[in-house]
Each structure stands twice: as structure tokens, then as C-alpha cells.
């Protein structure tokens, strides 16, 4: 780990829950930096498919970004995909595919 981004892990973690999304091929950012520790009752990580810079433009982290938007205040849950696109979610993001 890099000592700058060590650093920045050990500060404390933010009071308000935390959705972090990565990607295994983001190719600039590896996921252990990406991620987020801390009470999976507030805070939870993301896996998406896609690039780096293509992140900003990804049509399954913009769905993600207005779920989690579109909470309301205080009733923050984590993101659970169903219907047909949770069931194309999981099968871009399963565990044992490479990106």
C-alpha cells in the first residue's frame, strides 16, 4: 500500500453511510485501494464492470449512483439489485470472472 493512501485509510470513517463502487479492471486504481472497511450496516463496496475512465460513463454505475441517490434520508439500505437488470448485474459482476 501505497504510504500516502495509508494514511488516508486510517482516518475515520465518515458517520454517514458510504457506497463505494470499483472495478477489478479499472486498470489505474487496484480494488484494495478502492474499497472502504468498516460496519456493512453503513458502509458497502461496489463491484461494477468496466474501466477507469470509462466508469463516468457506465450505464450500470449510473444505475447504481441513482439507487443510492434515491433514498431517502435516514433510511439508507444497501444496495440489493432484483428483477432482470440485479439478474444481469450478477452475472457481470460474479465473483469468479476476472474484470
Known amino acids: 500500500m501505497q ?7 486510517e482516518r475515520e470513517t465518515l458517520p454517514m453511510p458510504l457506497s463505494c463502487l470499483y ?3 479499472d486498470g489505474v486504481v487496484p480494488p484494495q485501494e478502492a474499497t472502504v472497511e468498516g460496519d456493512p450496516a453503513r458502509h458497502e463496496n461496489i463491484r461494477v464492470p468496466g474501466s477507469h475512465v470509462g466508469l463516468g460513463f457506465n450505464a450500470v454505475v449510473l444505475w447504481i449512483v441513482a439507487d443510492r441517490l434515491a433514498q431517502a434520508r435516514g433510511a439508507w439500505q444497501p444496495f440489493s439489485p432484483s428483477g ?12 469468479q470472472l476476472p474484470v
Do not use: D, F, N
Not at 504510504?3 to 485509510?9: D, H, Q, S, V
Open 23 to 25: 472495478s477489478v479492471g
Open 3 to 9: 504510504p500516502r493512501a495509508k494514511k488516508m485509510r
Open 84 to 95: 432482470p437488470l440485479g439478474w444481469a448485474y450478477g452475472l457481470m459482476t460474479h465473483e
